[in-house]
Nanobody
Framework: QVQFVESGGGSVQPGGSLRLSCVVSGLDFSATDMGWYREPPGKAREFVARISREGATNYIYAVKGRFTISRDNAKNMVYLQMDNLKRDDTARYYC??????WGKGTLVTVSS
């Protein structure tokens, strides 16, 4: 059974940093592209970043240069380093393998 467990969220002031982690189980992690999504309050879930099984990355324009996605295939984990956070980054963040199963996510609140 595929499972995603996200952690690392919290409250931070604008300009601050957080590092999100996601433990993945139930699939061949090293052979799977992984992504991070987010769901802002009252809005639809949106794609944020992707890392291929080879390590190639891409980001939405809004986070490019501020967020960094990475993975550790030995640990079945994917990370999202978030720097220079803005209020618009407030959302619940999820990792996913572009499938239909989702974890509970981790909440990020950016506020002064």
């Amino acid at each position: 059974q595929v499972q995603f467990v996200e952690s690392g969220g919290g409250s931070v002031q604008p300009g601050g940093s957080l590092r999100l982690s996601c433990v993945v189980s139930g699939l061949d992690f090293s052979a799977t592209d992984m992504g991070w999504y987010r769901e802002p309050p009252g809005k639809a879930r949106e794609f944020v970043a992707r890392i291929s099984r080879e390590g190639a990355t891409n980001y939405i324009y809004a986070v490019k240069g501020r967020f960094t996605i990475s993975r550790d295939n030995a640990k079945n984990m994917v990370y999202l380093q978030m720097d220079n956070l803005k209020r618009d980054d407030t959302a619940r963040y999820y990792c996913n393998n572009f499938g239909r199963i989702w974890g509970k996510g981790t909440l990020v609140t950016v506020s002064s």
